[in-house]
């Protein structure tokens, strides 16, 4: 079963092959319409005749007809690069993507502190650390130790871990 990004992608690659075969005629031609005009009429020079303001007018046509063929190749390359740019730029990302990983959910130390008795003068809501004991940290386990302690409570670890 194909999905409709692969009938999408079909079609474009359809597009893509009749563009790359075109783009060299285009081009092709466009350089051969640049030789050609190249702001003199091959009449003026053989056939003797004086450049008067005919040829002139020639010449601007000429120049005219330049300006808009180089506009035009200039088009056709840079479409050519932005197509090329857009495909490598989309390939990056899917190759990123297919490479990416939810972070892991990785419990800090302040997590397990959450309602344990006493934890507003024992614990440390800002603790990053790994829980090593009884859900605390080692330093974090031993503040809480002392308090439970001073509070005539039996140490956590033989308590049901919270
Ligand atoms: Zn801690």
Redesign the pocket.
């Known amino acids: 079963m194909r999905s409709r990004t692969d009938v999408q992608l079909d079609a474009a690659i359809g597009l893509l092959e009749n563009y790359a075969r075109i783009l060299p005629t285009a081009l092709a031609h466009i350089d051969r319409e640049l030789h050609i005009v190249d702001g003199w009429p091959a009449t003026t020079m053989s056939d003797g005749m004086p450049r008067g303001s005919a040829a002139l007018t020639a010449v601007e046509r000429g120049a005219e007809a330049r300006v808009r063929l180089s506009g035009t190749r200039s088009t056709l390359i840079d479409d050519r690069d932005a197509i090329i740019a857009l495909i490598a730029s989309a390939l990056h990302v899917c190759r990123e993507a297919a490479g990416m990983r939810a972070p892991a959910v990785v419990v800090r ?2 997590d397990n502190q959450v309602g344990r008795d006493g934890v507003i003068e024992w614990g ?1 809501p800002t ?1 990053e ?1 790994i829980p090593a004991k009884a859900g ?2 080692a ?2 386990y031993q503040r809480e130790r002392r308090w439970r302690l001073a509070h005539a409570l039996a140490p956590r670890e033989i308590e049901a871990v919270a």
Do not use: I
Request: net charge negative.
């Open positions: 130390c302040k440390d603790c650390e605390c940290c330093a974090c």
